[in-house]
C-alpha cells in the first residue's frame, strides 16, 4: 500500500534551495576536506546563483515545479493531521501597542501628508528612522503611555484567565 499517509508529506522547496543542495554536492566532490560554515557558504552560493545563466536557472526551476506537484499530490491524498493556526480567543484582551507603535501611530498621518504615494511600508520604515533619531527625552511620554497600557492589559489579562478557570 506504500507510506503510512499519517506521516506529513515532506514540504516543496524552492529553486534556489534545489540549486543550493546540488552546489552544496559539487563542493563536497571537489574539495571533500574542507569546511565552510553556513555563512561562508552561504555567501558563496548566492554569489554562483546570481552568475547562473538563464537556462541553469530552468533547470532548478523544473525541480522546484515537479517537486511542488509531487508535495500537492501528497497533501491531497494526507490523512493526518493539519496544521492550523491557533485561533485568538475573541474575549482575550488584546495585547497594548509598544512605544515605538503608539509614537508610529501619532506621526503616521503627518509622513503620509509629505509622502502621499508612499505604501505603509515606506511610512512605517520612516517612522523607524523618526524614533532612532528621537533622543531618550522625546520618547518618554510614549514609554509612559505604553506602560500605563500594559499594566491595564495585564490586570485585564489576569481577570480573564481568572474567569476563565472559574468557568471550567
Known amino acids: 500500500m506504500g507510506k503510512d499517509s499519517k506521516v506529513r508529506p515532506k514540504v516543496n ?12 554536492n559539487q563542493m563536497r566532490e571537489q574539495q571533500p576536506n574542507t569546511y565552510y560554515d553556513f555563512t561562508e557558504f552561504s555567501r558563496k552560493c548566492s554569489e ?5 545563466s ?6 532548478y526551476e523544473a525541480l ?16 493526518g493531521p493539519r496544521r492550523e493556526r491557533r ?5 482575550a484582551p488584546r495585547k497594548p501597542p509598544s512605544s515605538f507603535l503608539l509614537f508610529s501611530q501619532d506621526h503616521f498621518e503627518e509622513i503620509k501628508e509629505q509622502h502621499p ?3 505603509v511600508a515606506q511610512v ?3 517612522a523607524g528612522r523618526m524614533w532612532a533619531r528621537c533622543s531618550e ?31 471550567k
Open 54 to 59: 538563464k537556462k541553469e536557472k530552468k533547470k
Open 64 to 79: 522546484a515545479k515537479r517537486d511542488k506537484d509531487r508535495y500537492q499530490r501528497e497533501m491531497r491524498n494526507y490523512t
Open 117 to 119: 504615494n508612499w505604501t
Open 124 to 126: 512605517a520604515k520612516a
Open 137 to 167: 527625552a522625546d520618547k518618554i511620554p510614549y514609554e509612559e503611555r505604553a506602560a500605563v497600557l500594559r499594566a491595564k492589559y495585564l490586570e485585564e489579562r489576569e481577570a480573564y484567565y481568572h474567569q476563565c478557570q472559574r468557568g
Open 87 to 91: 485561533r485568538r480567543d475573541a474575549d
Open 48 to 52: 554562483k546563483w546570481k552568475t547562473i
Open 13 to 24: 522547496v524552492s529553486p534556489y534551495v534545489h540549486f543550493m543542495m546540488d552546489f552544496r
